[in-house]
């Protein structure tokens, strides 16, 4: 007779426990990892405009985290810039350029104007969002889907290949 009160007690439990998290899911989980909500930041482009990753929300995000003085970040950059324009808007390219570690601001644009480069470049004056992506080298890529949620994270220069593959996983 115990072992039945028991029994049900716990089946009791286990039902009660299941329709609160089906009424009440967990909050998304926001992290740097696969699977994890990527954080929100806002930086200014070169250009003086604010972007921010909520604001590209609905769209997939190839976020690169790079610096001039970085060669596989300058080997990957023609590559960033065709696959932007192969998609013609259906993606958003966004390179995080760590300022804080560049000689000066005319460093990046003189490059970017090099490489005749249209995608977004923000400006990450004082390593604060490379630090909140945990960047520890260079270059980082982060696909994030329209949801804003982490797919893949890839540490090293892409190929054109590669990042349609990660774009088209997405």
Same mark, same amino acid.
Request: aromatic share 12%.
């Given at each position: 007779?115990?072992?039945?009160?028991?029994?049900? %007690?716990? +089946?009791v439990f286990l039902i009660g426990y299941a329709v609160f998290y089906a009424i009440n899911p967990a909050e998304e989980k926001v992290g740097v990892s696969e699977g994890s909500a990527a954080p929100n930041f806002e930086l200014t482009t070169i250009n003086g405009e604010e972007m921010s990753l909520a604001?590209?929300?609905?769209?997939?995000?190839? #976020?690169?985290?790079?610096?001039?003085?970085?060669?596989?970040?300058?080997?990957?950059?023609?590559?960033?810039?065709?696959?932007?324009?192969?998609?013609?808007?259906?993606?958003?390219?966004?390179?995080?350029? +760590? &300022? %804080?570690?560049?000689?000066?601001?005319?460093?990046?644009? %003189?490059?970017?104007?090099?490489?005749?480069?249209?995608?977004?470049?923000?400006?990450?004056?004082?390593?604060?969002?490379?630090?909140?992506?945990?960047?520890? %080298?260079?270059?980082?890529?982060?696909?994030?889907?329209?949801?804003?949620?982490?797919? &893949?994270?890839?540490?090293?220069?892409? &190929?054109?290949?590669?990042?349609? &593959?990660?774009?088209?996983? #997405?």
């Amino acid at each position: 007779m115990m072992k039945k009160v028991l029994a049900i %007690s716990i +089946l009791v439990f286990l039902i009660g426990y299941a329709v609160f998290y089906a009424i009440n899911p967990a909050e998304e989980k926001v992290g740097v990892s696969e699977g994890s909500a990527a954080p929100n930041f806002e930086l200014t482009t070169i250009n003086g405009e604010e972007m921010s990753l909520a604001d590209l929300k609905g769209k997939k995000v190839m #976020l690169n985290f790079w610096a001039t003085w970085c060669p596989p970040c300058r080997s990957e950059m023609p590559d960033m810039q065709k696959l932007y324009d192969d998609y013609n808007g259906e993606v958003v390219v966004a390179a995080v350029n +760590l &300022t %804080s570690s560049e000689k000066n601001i005319e460093t990046v644009e %003189s490059f970017v104007n090099e490489l005749n480069l249209t995608f977004p470049i923000l400006l990450d004056k004082k390593g604060k969002i490379n630090n909140q992506f945990e960047i520890i %080298s260079y270059p980082t890529t982060y696909f994030i889907d329209e949801e804003g949620i982490i797919q &893949t994270k890839f540490v090293g220069a892409l &190929t054109y290949d590669q990042m349609n &593959t990660f774009i088209r996983e #997405l």
